[in-house]
């Protein structure tokens, strides 16, 4: 199915196209495992001594901190380094010697760099396990994988599987690598629908559409957002990536709304499960998701951030070769409270 060796112990996660569905299933039934301890309703120490080295040399606010807070949650420490400028790639070190560096320091690395196969080659320099962050407009499979385990749940609400489904996937579709991991780990299922809609100069790139008609899906453009959604089971909405374009094509696409709530009654669709991988751009004419959705039955945008902590907890378990017993004997009730429904 691949040339990269199925994602587990003592591995490197760099792409969704690590898993198939027997070990995406097992690491969802993972993700399951740890749910308490996500949830905050138990402390666990299993990670005791680990230490993560957490590199981000791109903007994020939801993928490091929660990589560190999973980590955290599981007792590991962890150290980090953000943005180019407080590192010493800004004196021009290489990713090799600095992958080589910080892997004497840590037990598993998360990298992000803006440049597509960056974290590649980091890994190949490494000598303990990387997690792919995201690396410029190439691939993003944490996230790919939170989003596919908030459709699995939210679906299941439904009385819906993911196999069979009508995804609607909205925006940027050519730099947003969240979308590019997303349509290949979409690929495990069997006999999805997607129907697609980018504005133009921003279409998703031919060689990922492939990949899933090549396993048999039906992937169609559509002229307009009502005709994308009308249908839809999961509509997948994303920001217009400005950092990796031209500031003449930014322009051209700030204008309204990508998706709102006229859109989705216009297509007698607002029952639909509303995904995105955030951040919303929520400057007027972003051409993002706008936020007059928010009160609909389903949106799922804060979801999928919350099962983000049990996803990237099952990451790191597995990338330890940590086992459900030994998460199962290090885990106690927490004494305090927690959250205001406590
Ligand atoms: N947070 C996601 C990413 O890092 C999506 C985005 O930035 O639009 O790719």
């Known amino acids: 199915m691949t040339d990269l060796p ?37 402390v666990c120490t299993v990670l005791d001594g680990a230490m993560l080295g957490s590199l981000f040399f791109e903007p994020s606010t939801r993928t490091r901190l929660s990589f ?5 949650r599981l007792g590991g420490e962890v150290t980090t380094t953000t943005g180019f400028t407080f590192s010493s790639m800004a004196k021009g070190e290489s990713i090799a010697d600095t992958a080589r560096v910080v892997s004497g320091y840590s037990d598993v690395l998360v990298v992000r760099h803006p440049d597509e196969g960056s974290v590649a080659q980091f890994a190949a320099a490494s000598t303990v396990p990387v997690v792919n962050a995201g690396d410029g407009a190439g691939e993003h499979p944490s996230q790919a994988l939170l989003d596919v385990y908030t459709m699995e749940k939210e679906l299941g609400a439904r009385g819906k599987t993911v196999d069979g489904c009508h995804i609607a996937i909205l925006g940027d579709l050519k730099y947003g690598r969240t979308v590019h991991s997303l349509i290949k780990l979409l690929s495990l299922y069997e006999h999805l629908t997607v129907t697609l809609f980018s504005p133009p100069s921003l279409e ?7 990949y899933a008609v090549e396993r048999g899906h039906r992937v169609a453009e559509a002229d307009t957002v009502v ?4 249908g839809a ?10 950092e990796r374009m031209t500031e003449e094509l930014a322009q051209a696409n700030a204008r309204g709304d990508l998706l709102n709530r006229a859109m989705l009654r216009e297509a007698g669709n607002e029952e639909v499960v509303i995904m995105h991988p955030l951040p919303r751009d929520s400057r007027s004419d972003s051409f993002d998701l706008s936020t007059d959705v928010d009160a609909l039955p389903g949106l799922a945008i804060f979801k999928q951030t919350d099962n983000g902590l049990n996803v990237r907890m099952a990451i790191f378990l597995t990338a ?3 086992s459900t017993e030994a998460v199962r004997l290090t885990t106690k009730q927490r ?4 959250t205001l429904r406590d």
């Open 68 to 72: 560190e807070s999973a980590f955290l």
């Open 204 to 210: 998703l790139p031919a060689a990922v559409a492939g």
């Open 227 to 230: 005709d994308a959604v009308r």
């Open 320 to 322: 330890l070769g940590v």
């Open 335 to 338: 004494p305090w409270k927690a």
């Open 6 to 42: 199925l994602f587990e112990q003592g591995r490197h996660l760099l792409s969704v196209a690590q898993f198939d569905r027997p070990t995406l299933a097992r690491f969802f039934g993972l993700a399951d495992a740890v749910g308490p301890i996500a949830q905050r309703q138990a």
């Open 233 to 242: 089971d999961v509509v997948y909405a994303t920001r217009v990536q400005r």
